[in-house]
T-cell receptor, first 116, second 117 residues
Framework: AQSVSQHNHHVILSEAASLELGCNYSYGGTVNLFWYVQYPGQHLQLLLKYFSGDPLVKGIKGFEAEFIKSKFSFNLRKPSVQWSDTAEYFCAVRGTSNFGNEKLTFGTGTRLTIIP | GAGVSQSPSNKVTEKGKDVELRCDPISGHTALYWYRQSLGQGLEFLIYFQGNSAPDKSGLPSDRFSAERTGGSVSTLTIQRTQQEDSAVYLC???????????????FGPGTRLTVT
C-alpha cells in the first residue's frame, strides 16, 4: 500500500522568505507525484505534477518540486513567498502499477501562513 | 470552461437520516472519484468510476456508503443512517485520459460539507 508523510503541519514565514515543504512517500514501484493547494475558501487546485523525465518540475506561481527517488521525497520549494501563498498544501502520490485504480493517496497537509 | 460542481455546498442532517451528495464532473472526463476530508486529516479515497468499468469501492468505510454514476456523467454518493463520524467534507474529482499514455491529473470540485448532529 502507498502512503504519504508531510511532517510540517503548520509553517509560518515572513514575506520574501524561502519555502521548502517536505513530502515523503512509501511505495515499492513507479509513482506519479502531485502537489495540490487549497487557498482559504477555495477548492483544491493542482500546483504541479511529476510523471516522468526531469525530476525538477516547475508549477504555477513560481513553485517547483524535486523528485529524489533514492529518498522517496518530493519536496515543494519557492524562493520567495508572498502573502497570497497562505494556504494549505497537500502532497499526493499515485502508484502507476495501480492501473485500474487511479486513486491518489494524500498526505495530511501543511498549513502555510505568510506574515506580511 | 466549467469545472467540477457539487451540491449541496453544505448539508446538516440528524443522526440516523440518509443523505445524498451530488457531483457533476467536467464534461468529457471519463474518470470520477469521491474523497473525504475529515478535520485535521488528509483526503481519504472512497470510490472510483472509470467509464463503463465496474467501480472500485475499496475505500468505502462501511456498507452504509454507496455511490452510483448514471450515464457516465453525474454521480451521487449516498450515506444511509448517518453517524456523527460521517461529518466531513466530501470532495469529488474528475479526470480525462490522455490518449496513448493513460496519464492524467484530477480536477476537484468545491466539496460538500456534511455535518451530522
Amino acid at each position: 500500500a502507498q502512503s504519504v508523510s508531510q511532517h510540517n503541519h503548520h509553517v509560518i514565514l515572513s514575506e520574501a522568505a524561502s519555502l521548502e515543504l517536505g513530502c515523503n512517500y512509501s511505495y515499492g514501484g513507479t509513482v506519479n507525484l502531485f502537489w495540490y493547494v487549497q487557498y482559504p475558501g477555495q477548492h483544491l487546485q493542482l500546483l504541479l505534477k511529476y510523471f516522468s523525465g526531469d525530476p525538477l518540475v516547475k508549477g504555477i506561481k513560481g513553485f517547483e518540486a524535486e523528485f529524489i527517488k533514492s529518498k522517496f521525497s518530493f519536496n515543494l520549494r519557492k524562493p520567495s513567498v508572498q502573502w497570497s501563498d497562505t494556504a494549505e498544501y497537500f502532497c499526493a502520490v499515485r502508484g502507476t502499477s495501480n492501473f485500474g485504480n487511479e486513486k491518489l493517496t494524500f498526505g495530511t497537509g501543511t498549513r502555510l501562513t505568510i506574515i506580511p | 470552461g466549467a469545472g467540477v460542481s457539487q451540491s449541496p455546498s453544505n448539508k446538516v442532517t440528524e443522526k440516523g437520516k440518509d443523505v445524498e451528495l451530488r457531483c457533476d464532473p467536467i464534461s468529457g472526463h471519463t474518470a470520477l472519484y469521491w474523497y473525504r476530508q475529515s478535520l485535521g486529516q488528509g483526503l481519504e479515497f472512497l470510490i472510483y468510476f472509470q467509464g463503463n468499468s465496474a467501480p472500485d469501492k475499496s475505500g468505502l468505510p462501511s456498507d452504509r456508503f454507496s455511490a452510483e454514476r448514471t450515464g457516465g456523467s453525474v454521480s451521487t454518493l449516498t450515506i444511509q443512517r448517518t453517524q456523527q463520524e460521517d461529518s466531513a467534507v466530501y470532495l469529488c474529482a474528475s479526470s480525462p485520459r490522455r490518449p496513448g499514455t493513460g496519464l492524467y491529473e484530477q480536477y476537484f470540485g468545491p466539496g460538500t460539507r456534511l455535518t451530522v448532529t
